[in-house]
Structures are given as C-alpha cells and as structure tokens.
C-alpha cells in the first residue's frame, strides 16, 4: 500500500471536518450557508439536493456527514437538541408497540417516555440495568419494537455491554437505540457494536464547548426506518439550525483530544476519591471496582470519559454543602464542556427520582488536574 493509500484514521478525519474546503473560496473551513430556501434551475428542479431549510442544507449536510463518518453510519440526521432526536425516533413507533429501557437513565429522555406510555398507548417496560438478566427479562419477543439503552447511564454510570444488548434486542424482533452521549464515538463504536441507532446530544462532547444545543441519530442502515425520521424531522421542523451545526462541527474537531484528556483526569480524579474518608462510594466505569469495568474497557477503547459520579458519608446534608463550596466545578446542569461541572442530580430530577440523596455528579473538563482535585479535596475537608 502506497503512503497515499493508506486509510485516514477517524481522528485525523474529524480534526479536518473530513477536508472540506470552500470550493469558491479556498477556505479550510466552510462557511455557514444560512439560506432558508433554495433557487431551482430552468427545468424547475432543484440545483443541487437543497430545497428549502426545514430539510437540512449544506451547513447541516456537512455536520451530518462528520457524524455520519465519526459513527459508521450508513446516514446521520442532526436535530437542534438532544431530546429533539429522541421525540423524533420515539415519532416512529405506533400505538401498541412497546419500548425497554434503564430504569434509571437521563430523566428528560424516561420523563418522555412516561408521557408516551401514559397517553399514546406505547407500553413500557422498565429494567435495572446493573442487574444481570434484567434488560433480556424486559424484553417481550414480538411486542418490543424497540430497546433503549444508555451507556454509561446517566448519572448512575451503569456500563450495558452494547453488543450482548444487540443480540438480545434482535432475537426478540426489536431494534436496539443506544445514547451514547456520554460515550462519543471516539471511545464507543455502538452501530459496530451491533446498534440500529446510534444517539447523542450534542450538547455535550461532540459540541464541548457549553455554547450550543444538538442532537444526533445515526443510523447502521438507510432504509425505512431512515426514511421515517427525514420525515419526521422535516414535518416537526426540528432540525438544527445552520450557525449550531457549523458549531458542531467546530467542536467535533478536537472531540478525540478533549476526550483524552478529561477520561485522564477523571480516573484520577476517581482513585483519589475512592480512598477519601469523606467518600462512601465512586461511580466511574474505568476504575477496577466497577462492577462491569470488563465491559467498559472491552467497548470503551478510547478512554472512560469524564463522567462520574460520588456517593459521600455525609447524606444530603454533606452533597448539599459540597456542591455550594467548590472554586473551580461550577455548580451546573450539563456535561461534556471544556470546563467541569458539578451537580446534584436528585435535586434536578425532583421526587420521582431514584438516584441517592447524597450523590453529586461531576463533569471533569479539560482544567489542569492538579486544580480540580485541590478543589474537590479543599470542598470535601470537614465532611467526613
Ligand atoms: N441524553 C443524555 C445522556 C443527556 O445527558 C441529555 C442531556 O442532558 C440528553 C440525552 C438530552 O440532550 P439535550 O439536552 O441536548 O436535549
């Protein structure tokens, strides 16, 4: 193989937005096409494939075709936020169709399914995902159209192993959908993995910065089921909006090296937790004492991310004066960004929720790791 054979490796491909460059102008980065509807030609048909903007256009198109690139999709749709993507698959079940998923996971995507199975006769079957057998138990061979995973799950950091979930979800006759946001495709391969649909906010790490709202379906297949969403998007107008997608994109570039570095620093962030007097319990998937670290580390290839979660001695009372007393964590909602971030996730979710009183939630950036441990120790001193 000559060297200009050789094939780019997906972090190269991603740095370079997959080498785009302006064709009028020569610019390495394109500019945002804000356009909202599209000239057609003497034949009155369309000049290129662009239409009009609720469809997508060249800015989206671009972002579409990195994420597309990142997942190994056969197609990847963007959405303006996460939950956008997710109403817009949950639009492609019918009345009597049923869904599996975690009993605990992001509570905006469970609250959603709530509501469909509450007024839209959608059943819903419920699973502890740290529970051996307990996803397979949930699923009804013939009724379940669709399994609904999260890995890890949010906040509890649970790790499903994706490709057992795949075979499982197949041989009941449903599809699997797995949100990989807290597992981007720079460390998990879901749709290689044996995924239907790979989904994300990219809100989180593909943006990384904490200034844009998105969401992501990939697809393994074009085909119905790809068809379906196109229209789904374009009759609810959810798509993303061009400046977010040009964003995304801009994000997307440095996602592999952002990445890195926060899944470096969140290990040793956890380690020295485990061993804190204050702390009764780490949640993090790349630590040793996780329950499925086996599977993490067989389907997580490119790092643990920089999600974790601690359950501290203190109860309420110690998470409440935690959260309140860091210099370098903000105390807020969200994950994935430059900057870390600290949350206690009970007090978000409200009374409903099944995740412990005393447990707060860290988003580690991409912040010197010296200073973010000082932080949480200087936060914690006194707590015990
Ligand atoms: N899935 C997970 C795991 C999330 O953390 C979030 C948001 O926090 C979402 C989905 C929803 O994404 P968005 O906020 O972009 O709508």
Redesign the pocket.
Known sequence: MSAQDRPLSPATRAAQALGRIDPRTGAIVPGIEPATTFARDAEYAARQSYIYARDGGPTVEHAEAVLADLDGAARAFAFA??????VALMETLAAGDRVAAPQV??H??LAWLKRLAAGRGIGLDLFDAAADGALEAALRPGETRMLWI?TPT?PMWDVIDVAAAARAAHGAGAILAV?C??APPCTMQALSLGADVA??????YLGGHSDL???VLSLAQEGALADEIRRVRTLMGSVIAPFEAWLLVRGMRTLFLRYERASATALSIARRLEAHPAVERVRYPGLPTHPRHHVAAAQMTGGFGGMLSVELRGGFAAARAVVCATRVFVPA???GGVESLIEHRRAIEGPDSLVPDNLLRLSVGIEDPEDLIADLEAALSGTA
């Open positions: 936020s996460g939950m956008a993507a997710f996971m992001y905006g995507a999260e949010n949100d946001t807290a989904f994300h906010s990219g809100t989180k709202t998105a969401g909602t969200s994950l």
